[in-house]
């Protein structure tokens, strides 16, 4: 078959059937350069169309547009998103960010549950990176540590629990070192907390605790009840 528009005798699957046995008398790439011609001959091209030609070239010199303030900054200032065009967002972070506070002070209900969703997601990741950035440890290693310990303090014998998705113990280490000691409950490790970890103090408050607990103080608890006194 002969292509009306560019002349050419071309194969019968070149050209786009019509209803029944007949062919369109324009070959396919005729047709499609015809169509896209016509198409953007009769109108004006979109504002979003114009935006990512403007994106495209500033791309080149490591900037964008922003959509919203419609200023031109650095591509730093813009949040990554790989199903964008270009991989970056429409907007530069600064207008996300009070797109964000706005919706945040209208939506507040919708804030909260959003909030507490997000943090119990967040939870056992951010307890494993905290395991592997403040004292070195992996899962595998805490883990361990637990099985070793019978899931109970190392001093006080106390089974860990957790309550409210908290839960009640605590990694000891030492504070000038960094290694990691073991695994005590809340109390405990307050307590050595508050008693500057000390070997001395320690020793002394034992000792404290040895000789006043069957010594008869010259003072008792019935001193303190105020009936007997007038004021």
């Given at each position: 078959?002969?292509?009306?528009t560019?002349?050419?005798?071309?194969?019968?699957?070149?050209?786009?059937?019509?209803?029944?046995?007949?062919?369109?008398?324009k070959?396919?790439?005729?047709?499609?350069?015809?169509?896209?011609?016509?198409?953007?001959?009769?109108k004006?091209?979109?504002?979003?169309?114009?935006?990512?030609?403007?994106?495209?070239?500033?791309?080149?010199?490591?900037?964008?547009?922003?959509?919203?303030?419609?200023?031109?900054?650095?591509?730093?200032?813009?949040?990554?998103?790989?199903?964008?065009?270009?991989?970056?967002?429409?907007?530069?972070?600064e207008?996300?960010?009070?797109?964000?506070?706005?919706?945040?002070?209208?939506?507040?209900?919708?804030?909260?549950?959003?909030?507490?969703?997000?943090?119990?997601?967040?939870?056992?990741v951010?307890?494993?990176?905290?395991?592997?950035?403040?004292?070195?440890?992996s899962?595998?290693?805490?883990?361990?540590?637990?099985?070793?310990?019978?899931?109970k303090?190392?001093?006080?014998?106390?089974?860990?629990k957790?309550?409210?998705?908290?839960?009640?113990?605590?990694?000891?280490?030492?504070?000038?070192?960094?290694?990691?000691?073991?695994?005590?409950c809340?109390?405990?490790?307050?307590?050595?907390?508050?008693?500057?970890?000390s070997?001395?103090?320690?020793?002394?408050?034992?000792?404290?605790?040895?000789?006043?607990n069957?010594?008869?103080?010259?003072?008792?608890?019935?001193?303190?009840?105020?009936?007997?006194?007038?004021?």
């Amino acid at each position: 078959m002969v292509c009306k528009t560019c002349n050419l005798v071309k194969l019968e699957i070149e050209f786009h059937s019509k209803k029944g046995e007949l062919k369109y008398n324009k070959c396919r790439e005729c047709r499609r350069r015809y169509t896209f011609e016509w198409k953007y001959s009769k109108k004006e091209p979109t504002a979003k169309a114009k935006r990512m030609d403007i994106n495209s070239k500033l791309m080149l010199e490591n900037k964008r547009k922003c959509f919203q303030c419609e200023e031109i900054k650095e591509l730093y200032l813009f949040g990554k998103r790989g199903e964008r065009r270009g991989g970056y967002s429409t907007r530069c972070k600064e207008c996300l960010a009070i797109r964000g506070r706005k919706w945040a002070m209208d939506n507040p209900e919708r804030t909260k549950i959003l909030s507490k969703r997000s943090t119990e997601r967040r939870k056992p990741v951010n307890f494993i990176t905290n395991l592997k950035v403040k004292y070195g440890l992996s899962k595998i290693d805490f883990d361990s540590m637990l099985k070793t310990q019978n899931n109970k303090c190392k001093i006080c014998n106390i089974e860990f629990k957790v309550i409210n998705g908290r839960r009640n113990f605590a990694i000891d280490h030492n504070h000038e070192t960094g290694k990691v000691r073991g695994l005590l409950c809340s109390t405990c490790n307050t307590g050595i907390g508050l008693l500057k970890e000390s070997i001395p103090v320690l020793n002394d408050s034992i000792t404290y605790v040895q000789n006043t607990n069957n010594l008869n103080l010259f003072y008792s608890l019935d001193l303190y009840n105020t009936n007997d006194y007038e004021y």
